[in-house]
């Protein structure tokens, strides 16, 4: 790019070197104008060079190159699973086909849109500066495809008219075509070649787990994008992006959490959890529980006595690690505690706060590994070869909770071939349903 650029400005350089000594070309080359006399040569040649350097400034990394195939291809997927959303619309007396894909064109936008959120937050600060407006008008063009997406869950969720829903479909469908000429108008600021007609990236198909917790049906679902990257001393690496959605224990998390804490003991500990919230705070995610306590002591038979009444608040902040193992662990820590009295004093450095905490953890963890199975929802071949490397919460934006896990798949130049054809099988498959788990 450097050679391009002096070639690009060749007199105007060989002007510069002339505008010292006012001799290169002498009057019979129009001498009066490379003297110098109206032009500061020197400051003009920056000017020139001013926008190869901010061109340079914005340019992607091998990495972010790899994220951007990955980030496209998700979005690819979603106006694919727009358009087989339409064609079920299309369809007479059809209502359980529409539910069913609209759930799954609700996971692809939504997949679409972490990717995307997830590429803009790994600009340098150059990047930042230099790409601050394609960044503001990819950011509102994104935030009017998660509008036009709900508009759609809606009409589907209230059994709305299909022409209403088809409407609201249209719409959604300019705001993708947005959304995605957008993402390529950003891929061309950063130097970055189109890949969609390379197979660098691929979408593995969502794997849906049924799983029963504490007496709570969830559904919790799990895509990913896996991203050719580097081929180096006979090993290849693939990067493993994967997106699980527990949006549905945070509905329930109140009642498992009443499941697992609400007791009643006649002489003894009286609990009972009046509220729970399960919110993302990336790359953590806090749950706010209040309850009430109360503590009674018997005399004799028939004789019982209120010893202790109140209310409490607690937050608990949850932190997803990845383990030597290469298991999904959660760090919990109690963040803030609002009580007073023994009540307070059980919550602070009691075992109150300890049971609500640990209870906590345990049951997004069994969430986790129950329903969001990393290795599950990678072909069958990568399997042996893939590692977990960092796992955190995220926010949509919507207040909908995400776990994502990244990791790598490492294979030998001998079995490159065989996990590519696998991949690309995998991604042409239609969503796949996992049989339903339930809790011992």
């Given amino acids: 790019m450097l050679g391009a650029a002096l070639l690009t400005y060749p007199c105007r350089m060989l002007a510069q070197h002339g505008g010292g000594g006012g001799h290169i070309g002498g009057s ?30 914005v340019q992607a990394s091998s990495e972010q190159k790899i994220a951007y195939a990955a980030m496209l291809k998700s979005t690819a997927g979603a106006s694919a699973e727009l358009k087989a959303f339409i064609e079920q619309i299309g369809k007479e007396n059809n209502a359980q086909g529409v539910a069913s894909h ?3 064109l609700e996971d692809a936008v939504e997949t679409a849109r972490t990717l ?6 790994g600009f340098s600060e150059a990047q930042k500066s ?57 891929g061309d600021e950063m130097s970055i070649e189109n890949p969609n007609n390379q197979d660098v990236a691929y979408n593995l198909p969502a794997v849906r787990a049924s799983i029963q917790f504490a007496n709570q049906p969830m559904v919790i679902t799990t895509s990913g994008v896996v991203s050719k990257g580097v081929a180096e001393g006979g090993q290849n690496t693939f990067a493993v992006e994967l997106t699980t959605d527990v949006s549905d224990l945070q509905l329930t998390i109140a009642d498992v959490l009443r499941a697992q804490l609400d007791k009643a ?45 109140g209310n409490g608040t607690i937050e608990v902040k949850v932190t997803p690690t990845v383990a030597e ?14 009580a007073e009295g023994l009540v307070g004093e059980l919550l602070r450095s009691g075992s ?17 590994r129950h329903g969001g199975d990393f290795k599950a929802a990678l072909p069958a071949g990568a399997r042996s070869y893939a590692t977990l490397h960092r796992a955190q919460f995220q926010d949509t934006g919507s207040g909908k909770l995400l776990v994502v896990v990244d990791g790598e798949i490492r294979v030998s130049d001998d079995k490159v071939a065989a996990l590519t054809t696998e991949l690309k099988e995998r991604s042409s498959l239609d969503q796949s349903v996992r049989p339903e788990l339930t809790s011992r």
Avoid: Y
């Avoid at 995307?116 to 937050?121: A, R, S």
């Fill in 28 to 57: 019979a080359a129009g001498g009066g104008g490379l003297s110098g006399g109206n032009r500061a040569t020197g400051i003009e040649t920056k000017d020139d060079l001013k926008d190869f350097h901010e061109i340079m400034a």
């Fill in 102 to 104: 609209d759930k799954t």
């Fill in 116 to 121: 995307n959120k997830k590429f803009l937050e």
């Fill in 130 to 186: 230099g790409l601050k407006e394609i960044t503001k008008r990819l950011t509102k063009v994104d935030s009017e495809l998660a509008q036009q997406a709900k508009v759609v869950d809606q009409g589907v969720e209230t059994n709305a008219a299909a022409a209403q829903v088809a409407n609201s479909s249209q719409s959604l469908d300019r705001a993708l075509t947005s959304f995605q000429r957008a993402q390529v108008d950003l």
């Fill in 265 to 309: 003991d006649r002489c003894g500990e009286r609990i009972a959890i009046q509220t729970a919230a399960l919110t993302p705070q990336a790359p953590a995610s806090r749950v706010e529980v209040q309850l009430h306590f109360e503590r009674w002591a018997c005399f004799g038979r028939d004789t019982m006595n209120e010893m202790v009444e």
């Fill in 325 to 338: 193992d290469d298991t999904l662990r959660l760090v919990a820590q109690i963040a803030r505690i609002d």
């Fill in 352 to 368: 109150l706060g300890e049971v609500v905490r640990d209870k906590v953890a345990e049951s997004i963890l069994f969430v986790l």
